[in-house]
T-cell receptor, first 109, second 114 residues
Framework: SQQGEEDPQALSIQEGENATMNCSYKTSINNLQWYRQNSGRGLVHLILIRSNEREKHSGRLRVTLDTSKKSSSLLITASRAADTASYFC?????????FGGGTRLMVKP | GAVVSQHPSWVICKSGTSVKIECRSLDFQATTMFWYRQFPKQSLMLMATSNEGSKATYEQGVEKDKFLINHASLTLSTLTVTSAHPEDSSFYICSARAINEKLFFGSGTQLSVL
């Protein structure tokens, strides 16, 4: 399927550590997006990276995209307890937007 | 695995008409469903959150009289774009939250208003 797949499915780290989540997909894309979902809430957009871009930064977030490997990573540096959430990648191919199953991140204070 | 069916996947309508989009959780009960909109080359934007049996909570800037949301059962939520205009042309997607907190997404609806 076209669905992006994140790994790991769950990640638990200490506050201050970095968290890395990966997303793989199966065919060509227009762009790839990362979202966060706090428990009980809807998705919050984090970063959109286009297929001709390799890296993007936003605050403590860094996203890379390797179209040759069909993979993307989301790095959260100096994590905080408030970063505890589920993180999803979504791939846009033409008119379709498909989401992965998400990575549940827990940051312990 | 859990499936969310969104229908229709593509709709073209005339300006001034209303369009209804359905979102169904096929094999699980969804206490909460979310509706999003995505304009071309932009990211997904949350429009509203709907809980079964209660009124939807709309995000700032989203007109509740324009985008009617009904969540009549634990498996069905509908979004009606009333008196659609060309600026409402967009990609609309729903997601449903299962009891274990996991989120599942519909495949989206591309709305084109002429």
């Amino acid at each position: 399927s076209q669905q992006g797949e994140e790994d790991p499915q769950a990640l638990s780290i200490q506050e201050g550590e970095n968290a890395t989540m990966n997303c793989s997909y199966k065919t060509s894309i227009n762009n790839l997006q990362w979202y966060r979902q706090n428990s009980g809430r809807g998705l919050v957009h984090l970063i959109l990276i286009r297929s001709n871009e390799r890296e993007k930064h936003s605050g403590r977030l860094r996203v890379t995209l390797d179209t040759s490997k069909k993979s993307s990573s989301l790095l959260i540096t100096a994590s905080r307890a408030a970063d505890t959430a589920s993180y999803f990648c979504a791939i846009r191919e033409g008119n379709m937007l498909t989401f992965g199953g998400g990575t549940r991140l827990m940051v312990k204070p | 695995g859990a499936v969310v069916s969104q229908h229709p996947s593509w709709v073209i309508c005339k300006s001034g008409t209303s369009v209804k989009i359905e979102c169904r959780s096929l094999d699980f009960q969804a206490t909460t469903m979310f509706w999003y909109r995505q304009f071309p080359k932009q990211s997904l934007m949350l429009m509203a959150t709907s809980n079964e049996g209660s009124k939807a909570t709309y995000e700032q800037g989203v007109e509740k009289d324009k985008f009617l949301i009904n969540h009549a059962s634990l498996t069905l939520s509908t979004l009606t774009v009333t008196s659609a205009h060309p600026e409402d042309s967009s990609f609309y997607i729903c997601s449903a939250r299962a009891i274990n907190e996991k989120l599942f997404f519909g495949s989206g609806t591309q709305l084109s208003v002429l």
